[in-house]
């Protein structure tokens, strides 16, 4: 099956720098890499998606790049905010089900 | 609000019990997943249905159960309840797995085993 591997587990920025989050994943077969952000107690939620025929997406302060060869993927969260703080998920599609990485605690510093 | 219904929000229970956690998925959905997630834990996905059949299983064990009915909610079956199933138990849904369409999360059922 799947496994995907997410880096690093913690991840402290200085308010205004830039996070990056990076994952791995092993089935060449998925297609579709999903983001999701989970503040405490709180149910993931999407924040950005990117299917395999797209090398870059961005959403305002969000991005994400993939490279199908390497088999890896990254989020980049620019002019980070306080809010960004949260614990952040990848995943990988294969078919039916997404295989999500172990998550990145994000902590903003103020 | 993602439009995923999860019921009850809160379960206490002891070890050996046996508790059904319900899901409904956001209107027009097809598609529900389960997934746990213990303490400190990322996501397992555990089962999927599509318009009422199972389509993929994941690290579910034994001793846990599902199905998806009609109307489309789905019910997750926990028995022979241990301490380490306490955990936060979410519900997904999508409209269609095979387009790669966002899977949209409840708000999860947190089970406590005493």
């Known amino acids: 099956g799947e496994n995907v591997e997410q880096h690093p587990s913690t991840l402290s920025v200085q308010e205004g720098d830039s996070a990056v989050i990076k994952c791995t994943y092993s089935?060449?077969?998925?297609?579709?890499f999903p983001w999701y952000k989970q503040e405490l107690g709180k149910r993931p939620q999407l924040i950005i998606d990117?299917?395999?025929?797209?090398g870059e997406k961005k959403d305002q302060r969000i991005a994400v790049t993939l490279n199908k060869t390497a088999k890896h993927f990254s989020l980049h969260i620019t002019e980070t905010q306080p809010e960004d703080s949260a614990v952040y998920f990848c995943?990988?599609?294969?078919?039916?089900?997404?295989?999500f990485g172990a998550g990145t605690t994000v902590t903003v510093r103020a | 609000d993602s439009g995923v219904t999860q019921t009850p929000k809160h379960l206490i229970t002891a070890t050996g019990q046996r508790v059904t956690l319900r899901c409904s998925p956001r209107?027009?959905?097809?598609?529900v997943y389960w997934y746990q997630q213990s303490l400190d834990q990322g996501l397992q996905f555990l089962i999927q249905?599509?318009?009422?059949?199972?389509?993929a299983k994941g690290n579910i064990l034994e001793r846990f159960s599902a199905q998806q009915f009609p109307d489309l909610h789905s019910e997750l079956n926990l028995s022979s309840l241990e301490l380490g199933d306490s955990a936060l138990y979410f519900c997904?849904?999508?409209?269609?797995?095979?387009?790669?369409?966002?899977?949209?999360f409840g708000d999860g059922t947190r089970l406590s085993i005493l």
């Open positions: 997904a849904s999508s409209v269609d797995p095979d387009s790669y369409q966002p899977q949209h």
């Open positions: 249905y599509y318009n009422g059949e199972e389509r």
């Open positions: 089935d060449s077969a998925s297609n579709y």
């Open positions: 995943a990988a599609s294969e078919v039916y089900k997404l295989s």
């Open positions: 209107s027009g959905d097809l598609s």
């Open positions: 990117i299917r395999s025929n797209v």
